[in-house]
């Protein structure tokens, strides 16, 4: 029997796929419960079935009714903010452990590359959006060094890798956004905006961080620097496609182009980070240039790896405790 932590997947669109591949091809300790859908003739219904996972297209209720719901102890949402509130009133109170793949932020926010140990413990975690996870992880490693007054992040994604669920949580996906940048990124302030981009052929994930800082100390620069590059490199470890587009940019801001509509309450800021990225999608179900599925759905496979993991330590650690004192 697999000492694996069995997961289910809510949503057979394009994220819910990508991220069933992942668990298929990459987890180390968890392992494919259940695919679920809406749509009995959806792709990812039916490759999941092909995969010999157990489907259903009854939605939440059809999980639970599955003959092996009992053995499910995470259950990854990739539907939508509205659908999701649904979902956790149902799945909560049967124990089941939540990584939220939609706007909801019912629960933490979650950016493994940041606070992946913060909330290990809540039984329901928001991984923010696909934009979150590829800026924030920069607005932090600024916020590490020196105070990030204001930031601004700008999501460029293909239209094609915009499934309905995305298109139908715009607003969700800029709000939800923005209070991360400040909850998780540290910002005093902070704004979020997404762009779909309908070229043909499709453009590859392009994320645009802007912060601004109260320093003109160039060593406090550097510093910011290399905290974005270590950053980018922590992220990488789980998006092997995620990369600085060009160098990091510390510009002094001109006495004529005043920022002080962005800042809060009389406060100042004399430079501007600007940072540039791209992210490449690992192709594990849509192309490469769908690199915002391939951030969320790594990310959300990290946090149920780490639960997982630590589930699996507890649990040893009980029975070594319960040998010790039957002796």
Request: charged residues 20%; hydrophobic residues 45%; proline residues 6%.
């Amino acid at each position: 029997m697999s000492d694996k932590t069995k997961v289910a997947i809510i949503g057979s669109g394009n994220i819910g796929t990508d991220l069933m591949f992942k668990v298929i091809r990459n987890a180390k300790h968890v392992q494919m419960g259940a695919m679920v859908g809406i749509d009995p003739d959806s792709d990812g219904l039916a490759r999941a079935a092909r995969l010999g996972v157990p489907t259903t297209h009854e939605g939440v209720d059809g999980l639970v009714a599955l003959p092996d719901f009992d053995e499910i102890g995470i259950v990854f949402d990739a539907t939508s903010a509205k659908a999701h509130k649904h979902n956790a009133s149902i799945l909560q109170p049967l124990g089941k452990r939540l990584i939220d793949l939609t706007p909801a932020a019912i629960g933490p926010y979650v950016v493994p590359a940041v606070n992946i140990d913060d909330h290990l413990d809540a039984p329901n975690v928001n991984m923010v959006t696909c934009g979150g996870q590829a800026t924030i992880p920069i607005v932090a490693a600024v916020s590490r060094v020196v105070p990030v007054e204001y930031a601004e992040i700008v999501a460029s994604i293909a239209s094609k890798s915009a499934g309905p669920g995305t298109r139908a949580n715009i607003d969700e996906f800029t709000e939800t956004t923005s209070a991360a940048i400040r909850e998780v990124g540290g910002a005093r302030r902070g704004k979020a905006i997404i762009i779909l981009n309908p070229a043909e052929p499709p453009l590859m994930m392009r994320d645009t961080v802007f912060a601004l800082i109260d320093s003109a100390d160039s060593a406090i620069h550097e510093q910011i620097v290399a905290s974005i590059a270590k950053m980018v490199d922590d992220v990488a470890a789980y998006v092997p496609g995620y990369r600085l587009k060009q160098k990091v940019q510390i510009t002094e801001i001109p006495a004529e182009r005043p920022v002080t509509t962005l800042l809060d309450g009389g406060r100042t800021a004399t430079h501007q980070v600007s940072v540039f990225l791209e992210v490449e999608g690992a192709a594990h179900y849509l192309p490469a240039y769908a690199g915002n599925l391939d951030i969320m759905t790594s990310a959300g496979l990290q946090v149920a790896e780490r639960i997982a993991a630590q589930q699996a330590t507890a649990a040893t650690t009980s029975e070594e405790s319960k040998s010790e004192e039957s002796k």
